[in-house]
């Protein structure tokens, strides 16, 4: 007997829904699972965990902090780049801040926990602790002393092109002094908090300043990665901290380089990516090399 048209219809999606259902659903997962169990694929099936003494340190592909519980660098080790994952390397977070070059302006709430702050002044800030931290030139173009960015609201009579009649620092709350007095002969007032200075007519104006146009402080010292937990910095960020990891270890400069020298890594294929040292592996083989006194 023939079905009707509608019913084979119905049969047929259902073998393919119960045909696909065992090969996607049942053989396709047990495959990989199979597959991550197969020696040498193991590890990295189960995270690249690192494990010392019996006891999970962390992960050889997800950065960490080497921070004390109040937040702050231990100087002993070396730092990790920054991280925008939830609160810093969070797996089930894991995000860029979504900021971009013209996230230049601060936002001054008179509730301090309403501010925010802008891409440029989170890389001012950063690049100066480093500075302080390691002993270089922290200094970045448009960024004031102080750690924020440098970016002026310009009032101009008329709109855009008549005389300057009123210059507000956007990014420094009053009563913080400007990071320049005057701008074409009118007086630099600080931000008031609650005000949008941009929509009240003020012409964003980045200022350059007198800081080198390259930075002692290397650009993944102060941007985090697009993924939020990239466990690399570059040679070059790894390389300004050396003086302060050898002081605070008693040991010579140049044994710390050789153990950053072999803990970095090459380019992907030879050609894809940048050099990167692994900050947790680096950290492990200091302790177990130069015990912090």
């Not at 047929?12 to 597959?35: E, M, Q």
């Not at 962390?58 to 660098?73: E, R, V």
């Not at 970045?140 to 960015?149: A, I, L, N, S």
Request: aromatic share 6%; proline share 9%.
């Amino acid at each position: 007997m023939r079905l009707p048209t509608w019913l084979a219809q119905h049969l047929a999606a259902l073998r393919a829904l119960l045909v696909f259902t065992v090969l996607l659903g049942l053989a396709y997962p047990l495959a990989l699972v199979a597959a991550g169990r197969i020696p040498g694929l193991d590890g990295r099936a189960d995270g690249s965990l690192v494990t010392v003494s019996g006891r999970t340190v962390g992960s050889s592909l997800i950065g960490q902090s080497f921070t004390d519980a109040d937040g702050n660098p231990v100087p002993r080790y070396f730092q990790s780049r920054p991280s925008a994952a939830g609160d810093g390397y969070d797996p089930t977070a894991t995000s860029a801040s979504n900021l971009g070059p013209e996230s230049v302006v601060d936002t001054i709430a008179a509730d301090p926990g309403d501010s925010t702050q802008s891409l440029l002044t989170q890389v001012c800030s950063r690049s100066r602790a480093v500075g302080e931290l390691d002993g270089v030139d922290g200094r970045r173009p448009y960024c004031t002393p102080d750690g924020v960015g440098a970016v002026l609201a310009v009032f101009r009579a008329g709109g855009l092109t008549g005389p300057v009649t009123r210059v507000v620092s956007v990014n420094q709350a009053a009563p913080a002094t400007p990071f320049v007095a005057t701008w074409q002969g009118v007086p630099v007032e600080p931000a008031q908090p609650g005000h949008d200075y941009v929509a009240e007519g003020g012409v964003v104006t980045p200022v350059r300043g007198d800081a080198p146009a390259k930075p002692a402080v290397p650009a993944d010292a102060v941007t985090a990665s697009g993924s939020g937990l990239d466990p690399h910095i570059s040679p070059a960020y790894a390389e300004i901290q050396v003086g302060r990891v050898a002081r605070e270890r008693g040991a010579d400069p140049a044994a710390i380089r050789r153990l950053v020298a072999e803990h970095t890594t090459g380019r992907s294929l030879g050609f894809m990516g940048e050099p990167g040292v692994n900050v947790l592996e680096l950290n492990l083989a200091l302790d177990r090399t130069f015990p912090a006194r």
